[in-house]
C-alpha cells in the first residue's frame, strides 16, 4: 500500500511539474522584447531556411521515388517546376514580412476589398504554378509503377489538402495567409 502510495505522489509531482514549466515563458533577450501589444517574438523561417527544407523536400522526394534511368529523364522539368513553385512561396513569404513589419505601428484595420483583391493574385499566381508542375510531372507520373505512386502519395502528403501542413496549397498562403493581418 505505501508504495502505491509513493508511486501515486511520485506520479502526481512529475506531472504537476511538467505543467508548471509547459506554461513558464522563456527566459533570455527575446523574453523581454515585445511589440506594443505585449505579443513576444516568434521564430519565423528565413528565405536561406525555406530554400533548404525546400531543396531537401525535392532531394526526398527523387530519393524516395528510386527513378528508373529511363525515369531520370523526366525528373529535370519536375524539378525545375518545384523549385520555380518554392521560389515564388519564398518571395511571398519575404514580402507578408516586409508588409507586417512596415504596418506594425499602425492600427490593424485594413481595407476588406483589397485583402480579396491581394488573396485572389496569390491565387492565382498558385495556380499557374501548380499547373506548369502538373504539366511537367505528367509524363513522369505517367511511367510510375504502382510501388513509385504510393511512394508519391506518402512524400507529398503535407503538400496536398488534408495533408498533415497544408494550408491551401503553401504554407502560409490558406485561410490564415497575407490578408489575415499576420
Given at each position: 500500500?505505501?508504495?502505491?502510495?509513493?508511486?501515486?505522489?511520485?506520479?502526481?509531482?512529475?506531472?504537476?511539474?511538467?505543467?508548471?514549466?509547459?506554461?513558464?515563458?522563456?527566459?533570455?533577450?527575446?523574453?523581454?522584447?515585445?511589440?506594443?501589444?505585449?505579443?513576444?517574438?516568434?521564430?519565423?523561417?528565413?528565405?536561406?531556411?525555406?530554400?533548404?527544407?525546400?531543396?531537401?523536400?525535392?532531394?526526398?522526394?527523387?530519393?524516395?521515388?528510386?527513378?528508373?534511368?529511363?525515369?531520370?529523364?523526366?525528373?529535370?522539368?519536375?524539378?525545375?517546376a518545384?523549385?520555380?513553385?518554392?521560389?515564388?512561396?519564398?518571395?511571398?513569404?519575404?514580402?507578408?514580412?516586409?508588409?507586417r513589419?512596415?504596418?506594425?505601428?499602425?492600427?490593424?484595420?485594413?481595407?476588406?476589398?483589397?485583402?480579396?483583391?491581394?488573396?485572389?493574385?496569390?491565387?492565382?499566381?498558385?495556380?499557374?504554378?501548380?499547373?506548369?508542375?502538373?504539366?511537367?510531372?505528367?509524363?513522369?507520373?505517367?511511367?510510375?509503377?504502382?510501388?513509385?505512386?504510393?511512394r508519391?502519395?506518402?512524400?507529398?502528403?503535407?503538400?496536398?489538402?488534408?495533408?498533415h501542413?497544408?494550408?491551401?496549397?503553401?504554407?502560409?498562403?490558406?485561410?490564415?495567409?497575407?490578408?489575415?493581418?499576420?
Amino acid at each position: 500500500m505505501l508504495k502505491v502510495m509513493l508511486a501515486g505522489a511520485t506520479a502526481l509531482a512529475i506531472a504537476g511539474s511538467t505543467l508548471v514549466y509547459a506554461q513558464q515563458r522563456p527566459a533570455g533577450p527575446d523574453a523581454a522584447a515585445q511589440d506594443q501589444r505585449g505579443h513576444h517574438p516568434r521564430w519565423q523561417m528565413s528565405a536561406e531556411d525555406a530554400q533548404a527544407f525546400a531543396d531537401a523536400r525535392i532531394a526526398g522526394l527523387k530519393a524516395g521515388l528510386r527513378l528508373t534511368p529511363d525515369q531520370e529523364k523526366s525528373w529535370p522539368a519536375v524539378e525545375a517546376a518545384m523549385r520555380e513553385l518554392s521560389k515564388d512561396r519564398i518571395a511571398r513569404m519575404d514580402e507578408r514580412r516586409k508588409q507586417r513589419e512596415a504596418r506594425a505601428d499602425q492600427p490593424r484595420d485594413r481595407d476588406m476589398v483589397v485583402s480579396l483583391r491581394e488573396r485572389a493574385d496569390v491565387m492565382s499566381k498558385s495556380a499557374a504554378g501548380l499547373a506548369r508542375l502538373a504539366d511537367a510531372a505528367e509524363p513522369l507520373y505517367k511511367t510510375l509503377d504502382d510501388g513509385q505512386k504510393r511512394r508519391l502519395a506518402m512524400l507529398t502528403r503535407d503538400m496536398r489538402p488534408g495533408g498533415h501542413h497544408w494550408r491551401g496549397g503553401h504554407r502560409g498562403d490558406g485561410p490564415r495567409g497575407p490578408d489575415r493581418g499576420r
